[in-house]
């Protein structure tokens, strides 16, 4: 539904988005995932018709972004991050008015609002002037706004930012309530955002797709490097070789504290290397009192690459 094929985005000197290329699946709800500045705005902007790249190639429904834009406008419906709504008129009003500029006619309009009003669950408010609602409410008067053209394209730029935790959640269960009939692109910032809501997530950083598939293929895929974390009473350097010398441990680390050697030992790709460490152990006669496995999650991914766009962008 979504097609990006080396896409790449300069301002200036700053390369915003560099040579990227994903694809978004009809019915997927897809989270863009990446720290600030990454670039989710501007690929955004982009497939949105609101900028053009600098190279690559970028469909929707089949039409050209950058030649078709009358016709990938249709196709989607999009809130940008602070959705651009008149406080003084009334959300009716507002949906009649911005029904108008579609080239709906009163009756197109008044299905239209009908349909909106009831997806995006804002039956007693439609009277309220938008001045009046919460941010919460007002951000569903904007995705009710990107979807009164009824598209099938969802793109969504950091669609929770600014609510509170009581609001984040209802956005959430809209998105997922609206993802049974939209393909969904959206952005975030927050991990736990896009892992709750996600059937497929891209992850961005300094304007490059670092990963992306299924939130429990990247987690696999951050837990292949897992560390074992073990505790044995006996001396450190016959336990550093001895552990060093099982087949599959690639690194030893020691810790000694009380008496007691802590040790992260690091294995190759698939390897479990617990039962021969255990079997050392007993054959020496080391005591152990701990041995687990250090599972890294998406977060410590997450943190991880943050850390690095922030010391990169430090270096510019
Ligand atoms: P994100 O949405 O992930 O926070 P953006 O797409 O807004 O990231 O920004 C990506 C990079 O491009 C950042 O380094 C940002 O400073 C830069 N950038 C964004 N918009 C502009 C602009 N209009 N002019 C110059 N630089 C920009």
């Known amino acids: 539904m979504i097609s990006v094929k ?18 978004v699946q009809a019915g997927q709800i897809v989270g863009f995932l990446g720290p600030n500045g990454a670039g989710k705005s501007t690929t955004i902007r982009i497939l949105t018709c609101y900028q053009p790249a600098t190279s690559g190639q970028a469909t929707i429904a089949g039409y050209d972004v950058f030649t078709q834009s009358v016709q990938v406008r249709r196709q ?42 009831d997806r995006c669950w804002l ?43 009581t609001q984040i959640q209802e956005q959430r269960k809209l998105i997922t309530e609206l993802g049974k009939s939209h393909t969904i692109l959206f952005s975030s910032h ?13 992850v961005i950083a300094s304007g490059r797709i670092l990963a992306s598939g299924t939130p429990e293929k990247l987690r696999q895929s951050v837990s292949a ?3 074992l974390i ?4 006996g001396p450190a350097e016959e336990i550093r070789r001895g552990v060093s010398a099982i087949a599959g441990v690639k690194k030893v680390d020691l810790d000694g504290r009380d008496g007691w050697q802590r040790l992260s030992i690091e294995a190759g790709d698939g390897q479990d290397v617990r039962e021969p460490i255990f079997a050392l152990s007993a054959a020496r006669g080391w005591t152990m009192r701990e041995m687990r496995r250090e599972v890294a999650s998406l977060e410590d991914f997450f943190v991880k690459i943050t850390a690095e766009q922030r010391a990169q962008s430090g270096k510019r």
């Open 76 to 117: 989607i419906g999009y809130l940008p991050e602070s959705a651009p709504l008149y406080p003084e008129m009334r959300v009716r009003e507002y949906l009649h008015f911005r029904g108008k500029l579609h080239g709906l006619d009163r009756a197109a309009r008044d299905a239209a609002i009908a349909r909106v009003t």
């Open 230 to 233: 073990a505790e044995m009473k």
């Open 225 to 227: 490097g897992s560390r």
């Open 123 to 165: 039956g007693e408010f439609i009277n309220r002037p938008i001045g009046q609602l919460s941010k919460g409410m007002r951000q569903r008067v904007g995705l009710a706004d990107a979807m009164l053209h009824n598209p099938k394209v969802l793109i969504l730029d950091e669609p929770t930012i600014g609510l509170d935790p």
């Open 6 to 23: 080396n896409l790449t985005k300069r301002y200036g000197p700053v390369l915003a988005v560099s040579d990227i290329s994903f694809e």
């Open 190 to 202: 927050t991990l736990s955002e896009v892992e709750r809501l996600c059937s497929h997530v891209i």
